[in-house]
């Protein structure tokens, strides 16, 4: 049994959201630099998938709320 784990703390990460990311490699990975940078292009496509996640969701309450009152208008119509 290994105890002995190899980490990446990247801490200079340009997030409002994020402090810190923190990566344990796998077992004999040999190449730290190469791992640093798998580490990093992570953390920018986490990014990048957020922010279009924020700005794809920014729209849905205003659907929800013309749906709705869209639903209101017509069940009015309906009954006048």
């Known amino acids: 049994m290994n105890l002995t784990k190899k980490v990446i703390i990247l801490d200079k990460i340009n ?10 490699l796998k ?9 640093v940078a ?10 990048e998938d957020k922010i279009v996640l924020r700005k794809k969701s920014s729209v849905l309450p205003i659907v929800i709320a013309g749906i709705c009152v869209i639903g209101l208008l017509v069940a009015f119509a309906s009954v006048i």
Do not use: K
């Open 27 to 35: 077992d004999g990975a040999e190449c730290e630099f190469s791992a």
């Open 15 to 24: 997030s409002p959201a994020i402090a810190q990311a923190i990566f344990i």
């Open 38 to 47: 798998e580490a990093e292009r992570i953390v920018a496509e986490f990014m």
